[in-house]
């Protein structure tokens, strides 16, 4: 616990020293991005803590932009009123597309975000006389906060992992009280939780609302912050970059949202730079191969993320060291969502989502 | 405006044929696996693609289909013993993300050999299209629609009449005792990925004369279809058919009657709706209330 | 009986043409200790899902305390103070064992997600009170030194232990417990046995489904007998071990096997 926390001190200590030490703006504008796809990702791990996984986040994202940076562009409404504001209508729509989708089993509920995603995108490209369509909506007014206006990079660096932190720590809280380990109970088994009267619905209900909370967050930041939005970085394509971001840091694992946050984003300029000089003729989305083919590969030997994953490949070396024959561990499959009560006799696959 | 219906209809029910393929793969990966296989539109991009090359490389175009349509079926079962195979008894979350993570790879895969541009594959009989009702139904839209009810059929044949067809159909009962049995389920997971890549291509080569072929229209193909199997219940095959025509007829008509931009979003209103209509049957036990 | 705590009045369970439950009635009184046997496919799980509310009834009624269970969710019906076991342990395999009794704890502690996300004091004296709790009934059941592991590091029977200890934790009324010593030695099983009659003083009522007969014909009050879904006899369990349509519905022609070998199926 107190490691946690020291760890906590000394990376807030050294990030508040990069601005002064970066070599350059790029440096500051890199990790000005990082840390507001951080708070999409944090909110991602949220609802992975839960069992769930949402491909509407991008849409959620670009909610959270447009209606602050709509409000504030068009009404002259300050953003300190404005982004609450579009926490609010975010909070609320979350709430609209979980209440018949939440009870449904797992794909279902990926299936309804995906939807919304999708449906989100294109008002945002039809909707012209609102949104600027295509083209997008330019002079969004920069961020004033009562006393201080926020216009540099190294400015926006500051209230940005500010409230990465602040975002960071109310993650960590919530998942290491009661309401986080009811959520990771329904994670290990619904039917479980519920029977020791743990309200799954209510719970994943909560946990996707502020799931929604943190993207738009981030997105009416990057409104503002940008002041110039339009829907391409709001697609379905972004909401499976902010999946990868969760799953590399371990969709259980808050910690693991700055990690995976970071890496990707870094992986993402590195392939950007370097594909084009080994296949020359190709543009367009060919990281999707790369990334396609690391979702597999994570999901297939590191479930729990790179951070975890390393941790029990140590745990298992160390113990394999220390005792000379150690019973495998986890030869038990872990439970699976919804495993059918066992005595049903006509268990339908579609009760026992993936347990074969 | 209402002189438009009749063709919006015959090009509604011609796209609807390839969905009814696309959402037919997705039920029986579905029944057999209980898996949602979210790479499902990537096969028959794959399959007009493949067939693409076989056809500029020289072979004929019923023997560049059918090579085409082998090599889906074996990169269907690739998939299934590389990817979900090795998966198989963790969270249900793992396997989603995993068959999302196929999706990408092939799409950007299929970039990289075949490029942006869109290919073309000629009409399976050129000739003069047809004229019904004051509408126009292409040669190739004929076979679209003959094509994918005769595969339909074809299936529903090999389900009800075969042996192997049977266990399948007992496999998706009851793995547990098609075990007992003697039934593998890995081997009859296996055969469901394979079959369903089989259909996918099949609808690929066989639209693609019609709306050509590119590296990412199975994002597209893969949604409609799955929008169809999920209003046909996921689990019922015939359904599945009858959602994928009926995705495809709204999606003529919002096309034609709505702004083109909106039609994307429809389908997916649509699926919206059926999703929040949906009670008994997609919950999970636990959550099972009496009626 | 108006004293009962629970009282099942005709229950019955389809499952499409199978009748897994036909017309069930029993009651169960405060501090009793219950045992449901019958071979295996009896419908002795559908009797527990059915009171748990995970299955709704095809007919019939359940009342508790004197209120009816009717419509009920599975965590509702828990919030109400019947907590219960499964047949397949359902750890929480990622938490360690201590966090999978901590969510045992769930029922009667009150930290909602905004006390949590502040790390509120209130939240924090809780999480305290919790753990303390956990740990106590990780005592009770021998599991203390596992405390810190993975649960789903522990052995089957281990896990059976575990799922008790986070069903003690939730501070039930009544306790259904199905097939607690399923994977458990002798010793361990004549421990849980004891447990079980310490917590009854305590003021705990069980319901248990036991293939043991031994466990049975120690610990049990009162013996329910199910065969294909219907009630064939109820008694105390020297009157069961007499009676000659329990032996026929266990073993037909070998009367003498049922209280000496129980019927310790796989």
Known sequence: MSGERLGLAALAVALAAVPALAPTAYVVTLLNVIGLYAIVTLGLILLGCSGQVSLGQAAFYGLGAYTSALLSRDLGWPPAATIPLALGLVAGTAYVVGVPTLRLAEHFFVLATLGVGIIVNVLMVQLVPLTGGASGLRDIPGLALPGVRITTDRQFYYLIWTLVFVTLILARNITSHRTGRALRAILGSEVGAAALGVEVSRYKMHVFVLSAVYAALAGALYAHYIRFISPSPFSLYASLFFLIMAVVGGLTNIWGGLLGAAAVTILDQIIRAEVPRVFPRVGGEYQTAIYGILLVLIMIFFPSGIVRGALDLRRLLVRSAARPAPVPAGAQDPPTLGDPPPVAPRAKPADGGGGM | MLALLPQLVLTGLTVGSIYALVALGFVVIYNVTGILNFAQGEFPMLGALLCASLLAGGLSVPLAAVAAVAAVCVLGALVERLAVEPAYGSHPLTLIIITFGVSMAFRGLALMVWGADPYTLPEFTPGAPLVLLSGVLTRQAVWAIGLSLAVVAALFLFFACTVPGAAVRACADNPFASRLVGISPRRTSLFAFTLSAGLGAVAGIVIAPITGATYDMGLGLGLKGFVAAVIGGLTNAPAAVVGGYLVGLIEALATGFLTPGYSGAITFLVLLLVLFLQREGLLHGAQRRRA | ?266
Not at chain 3, 7 to 15: G, K, P, T
Not at chain 3, 168 to 173: D, E, N, Q, S, V
Request: proline share 6%.
């Open chain 3, 1 to 266: 009986m108006s004293g009962a705590l629970l009282e099942a009045q005709d229950l019955s369970r389809r499952f499409g043409g199978v009748v897994a439950l036909r017309r069930v009635s029993f009651a169960v009184a405060p501090q009793e200790i219950v045992a449901v046997i019958g071979p295996n496919g009896a419908g002795k799980t559908t009797l527990f899902n059915v009171v748990t509310g995970l299955l709704a009834p095809t007919a019939g009624r359940i009342r508790y305390r004197g209120a009816d269970l009717a419509g009920l969710s599975p965590a509702r019906i828990a919030a109400l103070g019947i907590i219960r076991t499964f047949q397949n342990p359902m750890v929480f395999g990622e938490m360690t064992v201590a966090e999978n009794v901590m969510v045992g704890c769930h029922r009667w502690t009150r930290t909602g997600l905004l006390a949590a996300a502040l790390a509120l004091p209130g939240a924090i004296h809780e999480d305290r009170l919790v753990s303390r709790a956990a740990l106590e009934a990780l005592v009770l059941v021998g599991l203390r030194d596992r405390a810190a592991d993975p649960a789903r590091d522990l052995p089957a029977g281990q896990q059976r232990l575990l799922e008790i200890a986070r069903a003690l934790a939730a501070r039930p009324t009544l306790l259904l417990l199905d097939e607690p010593t399923a994977g458990l030695s002798a010793g361990e099983a004549r421990h849980l046995v004891e447990v079980i009659r310490r917590l009854r003083a305590d003021g705990i009522t069980f319901i248990v489904i036991e293939h043991n007969m031994d466990v049975v014909m120690e610990a049990a009050d009162r013996v329910i007998v199910l065969d294909y879904g219907e009630k064939i006899a109820e008694g105390t369990p020297p009157e069961i071990q007499r009676d000659p349509r329990v032996i026929a519905a266990y073993l037909g022609e070998e009367p003498d096997a049922v209280p000496a070998a129980g019927v310790s199926l796989p």
